[in-house]
């Protein structure tokens, strides 16, 4: 096994200026209560774009607790949560943002939040987003709208799924009514064509710097792609982020027309399935020395929303409430086991990958559960080799980090064996 | 007395029998007392209390399994409103092994005596 201690992977140089888009989104909500302008808290996975569209500034509680965990702060917040009397198996986001607000802390920096004027919550990814913004909409006294979207199972039919996608667009339509009721705000069609259409190439984008994670070595890891995401969360419906991920394209693009990777020595390719330790952002560095890279994270891929091919641009555009109730349907986390077993499949096929990291995260029920099961199915029926690793995303007290990092590094070793095969 | 989901609550109302039957139990349904999965938690608050004075509650016990997140994000409410009550509350995480049933029952015991 090669072993060069040395040898670091590259960053492309767009990414360095998501800091600006970062300080923009801050910017954004100071502003916003400087005005007086509508705020809202909303889960990852609701129609955030919807927000933009009515005037109304988002914030993402989720997101905030990634930014206490990059800056170290996330341990002393869960605590204060702990303290409170919420468990130590509780979600850590949660707590990390429930310990904000008993430590009154709003400084955006350091992952704090502000009261807003109401709070969007959904079950499309887990019912966790819900009682999260209940117990915090009861705390802070201000309006607090859910959508439920029925899971899509093995034997949902056609004509349920029909069903469905009516039951949340009357949600949506709902939700329109509330937010215009909270704040006299109304959904503009033109707005929200803008909107949805930044959304739609943001997404797209996306994709297409994933695509070119296919080529052998990858011009992408995930020194990028981590981080990277944080627009698709928080900004989907502005214009800056776009601009920042097409420079992100033609960077890698460059890379793969002249065969450069983001790794020089790249021997291993990976797949990282789970949420990743923000609060060690810098632990995968480790694999380097090995020559494995990352060259695909389902999470951070799902967020690019836009999969389903029957969502077109132009049905989006046109009714967005409709588009949206549809999204909302195909997210990759409501997936049964089954197709979630041939999306790995496919995906291993299609990025040439070698092993897949899967992450029991102590936190996450809809992203542990299913995995030793998807495990051993992608092990038995199609050789894959799989290593499932137990943390935490935001409470580094869940990481021995010792511990992990020698399964990995005997993993490397196996996907060595097996690639002689 | 209980609140829990295949005990008491299971019959706390009935099927109408009178009616449609698709319909009366989507009835039976959405009329029930509301589960911990559910929102939101003063509602549930409310249908406890009004056990605790039908049936003269002396003490309530609250047990989670662990991971049940639905019962654990009620619970640090569920105990700020029995205190501002003055009702004896003890909440218990459990796992589904014999150690936590002894732990338990010593809880149990200690609560007792509380009351
Ligand atoms: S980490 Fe998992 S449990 Fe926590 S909010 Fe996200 S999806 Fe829900």
Redo the contacts between chains.
């Keep these: 096994m090669s072993n060069n201690a040395h040898v670091k992977s590259q960053m492309l140089k767009s990414t360095i200026k998501l800091k600006n888009e970062m300080g923009r989104h801050y910017l954004a909500i100071e502003q916003a209560y400087r005005e007086g302008k509508p705020t809202a808290w909303a889960t990852s996975g609701t129609p955030v774009e919807l927000l933009y569209a009515m005037e109304v500034q988002p914030m993402l509680p989720e997101n905030s607790a990634t930014i206490s965990a990059a800056t170290k702060n996330s341990q002393k917040f869960i605590e204060l949560a702990e303290d409170e009397g919420f468990s130590y198996d509780l979600c850590s986001y949660f707590k990390t943002n429930m310990g904000t607000t008993l430590s009154g802390t709003t400084d955006l920096g350091m992952g704090g939040i502000k009261k807003p004027t109401f709070m969007l919550s959904s079950d499309v990814i887990c019912d966790t987003h819900v009682k999260w913004f209940q117990v915090q909409a009861e705390r802070y006294n201000v309006p607090h709208f859910t959508i439920d979207v029925p899971h899509v199972v093995s034997n949902t039919s056609n004509r349920q799924i029909e069903y469905y996608k009516k039951y949340i667009q009357e949600q949506l339509w709902e939700f329109l009514d509330f937010v215009t009721e909270i704040t006299g705000h109304k959904l503009e069609h033109d707005k929200a064509r803008v909107v949805t259409e930044n959304s739609y190439n943001l997404g797209k984008i996306w994709q297409e710097i994933f695509e070119l994670r296919k080529t052998i070595p990858s011009p992408v890891s995930t020194k990028d792609t981590f981080g990277g995401l944080f627009p698709l969360f928080t900004m989907p419906g502005l214009k800056t982020p776009v601009k920042l991920y097409q420079r992100m394209y033609k960077e890698a693009k460059e890379r793969v027309d002249n065969g450069i990777g983001a790794l020089s020595n790249e021997k291993y390719r990976l797949m990282f399935e789970g949420i990743p330790f923000w609060h060690n952002l810098k632990y995968f560095n480790f694999l380097e020395q090995f020559g494995a890279i990352i060259v695909y994270e389902p999470y951070t891929y799902a967020f690019s929303k836009f999969m389903n091919p029957n969502i077109t641009k132009e049905m989006l555009l046109d009714n967005p409430v409709k588009a949206m109730s549809e999204i909302m349907l195909s997210f990759w986390y409501i997936y049964d086991l089954k197709t979630r077993i041939q999306k790995f499949e496919e995906t291993v096929r299609d990025w040439k990958i070698d092993g897949v990291i899967l992450h029991d995260n102590l936190s996450c029920r809809p992203n542990a559960c299913g995995l030793y099961d998807l495990k051993k199915h992608l092990m038995e029926d199609f050789d894959i080799p799989c290593l499932i690793i137990t943390a935490d995303m935001n409470d580094p007290r869940k990481l021995n980090t010792t511990q992990v990092r020698n399964r990995i590094e005997s993993f490397i070793e196996l996907l060595d064996r097996h690639k002689k095969r | 007395m209980d609140d829990l989901c295949i005990g008491t609550r299971y019959f706390t109302n009935m099927i109408d029998e009178s009616i449609d039957p698709i319909k009366a139990i989507a009835k039976y349904h959405l009329e029930k007392p509301i589960y911990s ?1 559910k ?4 509602e549930r608050f409310n249908t406890l209390r009004k056990l605790i004075e039908k049936y003269d509650v002396d003490g309530v016990i609250n047990i ?1 399994q ?2 049940c ?2 019962i ?6 569920m ?1 700020k409103k029995f205190k501002e009550m003055g009702m004896p509350y003890l ?1 218990i ?1 459990i796992d589904y092994n014999r150690e936590s049933y002894k732990q338990s029952s010593t809880r149990f015991e200690a609560f007792a005596e509380i009351i």
């Excluded at chain 2, 929102?39 to 003063?42: D, R, V």
């Design positions: 999965t929102i939101p938690s003063l989670a662990k991971f997140e639905p654990l994000y009620d619970h640090p409410f105990n909440f995480e």
